[in-house]
């Protein structure tokens, strides 16, 4: 397997970005089928022992969030990825239109209440980041949200977004929750070819409609869009890493390696067992040992 080193990936705080200049494809990490499956369920293990640590030791929270364009390969990730880790100690969400409820709130409300516990894995399929991505491509979103006239002045309210997204993820990382943004960099004629398959393999039909077509017509403003994200958004605490998603193989394996470095930068044990605890564990092992003795 050829080393993948994660700050490769990684967008620095304050980098200025043109998407163009990021690679959608990259020379394959790995050499053959098997090698890619061996190195994946390795992977897959190790992240499942971590994810059992993080769990117990119940002190960070972990936010992984995804963003990418129409079939780009966020689904097959999240699923191939984190196929080990527990799902008692794993959450996935999928945001799609916002519900007459959630659009009564402010734009962060509705991924607030769904952000991970101590212990836990969150993982957003789409996030609140939609709101700076498919609402700037699409402003008269911003109609159905009924914010004030006066709050929506131009570029300010793209501004105030970035700046509200920024505090809350440093609230968060000084809450003990480590959050890793992944934009999964698709290529528009590797998305076309995608979409052929969609039609042409009956069981993919459902994934694909008129919608997909429209929205791929709307390309150059999405890569702005998301261009303007990346650079505001991306810290030191909550860094943005792109990552070449023409080769879907490639893909897992470079979020696998950013998800498992992640994880080994926590200072994360299993809970000490007391003085007072191994008398109590004594105690109950004595009632074991005599009930057994009884039967």
Known sequence: MKHIEPKDFMVPEGHNIS???WPTDIPKVYSSKDEYRDILG???RELSDLQRIHYADNRYAVLLIFQAMDAAGK????????SGVNPQGCQVYSFKHPSHEELEHDFLWRTNCALPERGRIGIFNRSYYEEVL?????PEILESQQI???????????????????????HLYHNGTRIVKFFLHLSK???RRRFLRRIDEHEKNWKFSIADIEERNFWGEYMKAYEACIEETSTRRAPWYIVP?????????IVSTIILDTFKSLDMSYPETTEERRKELQQIREMLAGGEKKE
Not at 134 to 138: E, L
Request: aromatic letters at 4%; a negative charge; zero cysteines.
């Open 19 to 21: 998407l163009g200049k």
């Open 42 to 44: 390795d992977h897959v």
């Open 75 to 82: 689904d097959s990730v999240i699923r191939h990825v984190m």
């Open 134 to 138: 498919i609402v700037r491509v699409h």
């Open 148 to 170: 004030p006239e006066n709050l929506l002045n131009g570029d300010d309210v793209w501004k105030n977004r970035y700046r509200s997204i920024n505090n809350l993820e440093h």
């Open 189 to 191: 004629e590797e998305q």
């Open 245 to 253: 998603a023409d080769d879907k193989k490639n893909a897992r394996l």
